[in-house]
T-cell receptor, first 112, second 114 residues
């Protein structure tokens, strides 16, 4: 069983469209994250939820809206996609404050 | 503020030779430091972590790292490289403000040649 799974793995879409990425973890962790990895492999945290509560919200355009229906799921919805949104988006989970994150395999978003 | 600097963007070694990936950190507090590895088209995996216990930390796949406070370094080493070690390696510091916010270095790409 995959510990942290995210879908879809690839998205190709046009500018201005809206898209969602879903993430699920079966590790029983209480904290989930979204990270963005750009073309130079630089990783930056976007959001973190602990038990469905938003605890980290970095400087991200409000076109990005995370939602956590329960502590095993964290989704990311992106409105009005722009070229600069092209990246690999990683979901991760952990027990709070352990520093050991378990990552999904990433969702590669390409905006044309 | 915490930060990490990975001193080499690319490192190339021959199979069977030692690996050294360099990382310097900046932190006002006693830091929690980590190394993560990312194989091509995969997610990241924790290699090892330092959380103020032993300064020499052993991780998976024969990797280890030494925390040196006087040098503010946390270099990753392996005595003998294997072809399967080719990957991107990230040095990471945990933000002291809580909430498990990790700050990633820019990454070092390790190439292993036969």
């Amino acid at each position: 069983d995959t510990a942290v799974s995210q879908t879809p793995k690839y998205l190709v879409t046009q500018m201005g469209n809206d898209k969602s990425i879903k993430c699920e973890q079966n590790l029983g962790h209480d904290t989930m994250y979204w990270y963005k990895q750009d073309s130079k492999k630089f990783l930056k945290i976007m959001f973190s939820y602990n038990n469905k509560e938003l605890i980290i919200n970095e400087t991200v355009p409000n076109r990005f809206s995370p939602k956590s229906p329960d502590k095993a799921h964290l989704n990311l919805h992106i409105n009005s996609l722009e070229l600069g949104d092209s990246a690999v988006y990683f979901c991760a989970s952990s027990q709070r404050n352990t520093g050991e994150l378990f990552f999904g395999e990433g969702s590669r978003l390409t905006v044309l | 503020a915490q930060s990490v600097t990975q001193l080499d963007s690319h490192v190339s070694v021959s199979e069977g030779t030692p690996v050294l990936l360099r990382c310097n950190y900046s932190s006002s507090y006693s830091p929690s430091l980590f190394w993560y590895v990312q194989h091509p088209n995969k997610g990241l995996q924790l290699l090892l972590k330092y959380t103020s216990a032993a300064t020499l930390v052993k991780g998976i796949n024969g990797f280890e790292a030494e925390f040196k406070k006087s040098e503010t370094s946390f270099h990753l080493t392996k005595p003998s490289a294997h072809m399967s070690d080719a990957a991107e390696y990230f040095c990471v510091v945990r933000f002291s403000g809580g909430y498990n916010k990790l700050i990633f270095g820019a990454g070092t790409r390790l190439a292993v040649h036969p």
